[in-house]
């Protein structure tokens, strides 16, 4: 959150409504003078979250009585265009003020958790934005600004044992007051953009994923059923690495008698991803990973939230509604809180399903294969009203990631290699793999030493280039 009010919200370098935003035809560089859109009370579709739309939101949800929330992460501000670190001599000093902002930005929603849930558990999830930089995470040592800050803000909800793996990788699992478990995964070990996932060959997710077993194996010896949240979804689509989602998938199957749902978000728009076992389009699927849509309007998208209803017999989440903030109106009418929120979108009335299992998403995808309007529609449903928002909105490339998470199946059903995605997802139209991902100071940081001749000194200030 680093959202100034009466700032330009018709910036040059997204996300704008920050002090240095600035109109691409503005001639001025004095702050403040020559604003062609002022940012607003609730915010607007490119820029960050402000601190008035996210008490309205967490008005109108304590409203509904959750039994526990799900904080999705992402919490840190998105970095603007021409904010990227550089390197050089201001590295040090530009990375500890964007660690700051997302400091700052973590107490500042944890305070408003708190007061708007005071007998609520809240369950924070970690993001690709709240690493600094930007999905850069190699393990608890590369993340120990974050993750010891985070424990001593949400010890107010998670037990010892949780702040425990939340200090050592970013991962916890905790309960809530009826004995549904919790399972808070750390998605930046699957993240594409995190170099570190490309060099330690997917170490730091095999002991996440051990993890993850252990806690499922508890679950099912004590009879608990499991929620399963983390940031990014599985499948190379979604940003997470192949083969990571396909060991996720493979043993989410072992233990189908204990995973009650799973939750994720990322992507800004609402979706879903359906889980096989073998991991085949002529399998029936035996789960379903869904995509939350996001608060933040930052890439053109109404604020959003979800209300999960989950039943143990059978296992499996129930019902979903989903609220959404109208910006435009919002804006126009001023202050309502709560008032403000609607629902925009209930799958088991607007789809006509009787209940939500995979085999009744499963019929929906079948529809949205056969039916390119009704996809569209549906799409837009999700989206809150706006353009659906993903790294990659070609449609049969979105319906290929709802068929299934593992990479080999993605690439044999959109018809494009894994490159070809990757590209994609990164906005990039380099050649080679590497620099489709990451910046090129991060690929020199990681192999200078291995390139004969070359001087840390020589590659001081590349990052830009």
């Keep these: 959150m680093k959202y100034l009010l009466g700032s330009e ?81 201001a590295l040090l000093e530009e990375t500890a003020e964007l660690r700051a902002r997302v400091l700052d930005a973590i107490s500042n929603a944890t305070t408003i958790f708190a007061k708007m849930f005071p007998d609520v558990p809240v369950f924070p999830v970690l993001g690709d934005d709240d690493m600094v930089p930007s999905s850069v995470y190699s393990g608890a040592s590369s993340a120990r600004w974050l993750m010891t800050e985070a424990a001593s803000l949400w010890k107010k909800w998670l037990p010892p044992s949780a702040l425990l793996t939340l200090q050592w990788g970013g991962y916890y699992t905790a309960q809530t007051a009826s004995g549904m478990r919790v399972a808070v995964l750390n998605t930046a070990v699957c993240d594409i953009q995190n170099m570190h996932n490309f060099i330690d060959g997917g170490a730091s997710a095999r002991t996440q994923l051990h993890w993850l077993e252990s806690v499922l194996a508890g679950a099912r010896a004590a009879g608990e059923p499991c929620l399963i949240t983390g940031h990014i979804p599985p499948g190379v689509y979604s940003g997470c690495w192949g083969n990571y989602s396909a060991a996720y998938e493979e043993l989410l199957s072992r233990y189908t008698d204990v995973v009650a749902g799973q939750i994720f978000g990322h992507q800004h728009s609402g979706s879903f991803r359906l889980l096989r076992s073998p991991s085949t389009s002529a399998t029936p699927p035996y789960g379903v990973a869904y995509v939350t849509p996001s608060f933040t309007a930052y890439r053109d998208q109404n604020p959003s939230f979800r209300l999960y209803q989950l039943s143990r017999s059978p296992l499996m ?28 979108y209930v799958p088991r009335t607007a789809l006509g399903l009787p209940d939500l299992s995979p085999a009744q998403w499963q019929g929906v995808l079948n529809r949205m294969w056969a039916n390119e309007t009704f996809a569209g529609v549906l799409r837009l449903t999700e989206a809150n009203g706006r353009a659906w928002m993903g790294h990659n909105t070609e449609l049969r490339d979105y319906l290929c990631a709802l068929t299934g998470v593992t990479d080999q199946e993605f690439v044999k059903c959109a018809r494009k290699s894994e490159e070809i995605m990757i590209r994609q997802y990164t906005g990039s139209q380099h050649t080679y793999v590497l620099t489709a991902m990451f910046q090129f100071q991060t690929i020199i940081e990681h192999f200078r030493h291995v390139l004969g001749g070359v001087h840390p000194d020589d590659v001081a200030h590349v990052g830009g280039q």
């Design 9 to 89: 919200a018709a910036c040059d370098a997204p996300p704008c409504c920050r002090v240095h935003s600035k109109h691409p035809d503005k001639t001025t560089d004095v702050i403040g003078e020559g604003i062609v859109a002022p940012a607003r009370l609730f915010g607007e579709y490119h820029c960050d979250t402000p601190l008035a739309m996210l008490q309205s939101a967490m008005d109108a949800a304590r409203q509904l009585k959750p039994d526990f929330v799900v904080w999705g992460g992402d919490t840190g501000p998105h970095v603007a265009g021409d904010e990227h670190l550089n390197g050089g001599e």
């Design 317 to 344: 989440v129930s019902d979903v509604e989903q609220y959404h903030l109208n910006l435009g109106k919002a804006n126009a009418e001023g202050s309502k809180g709560a008032l403000l929120w609607s629902p925009s």
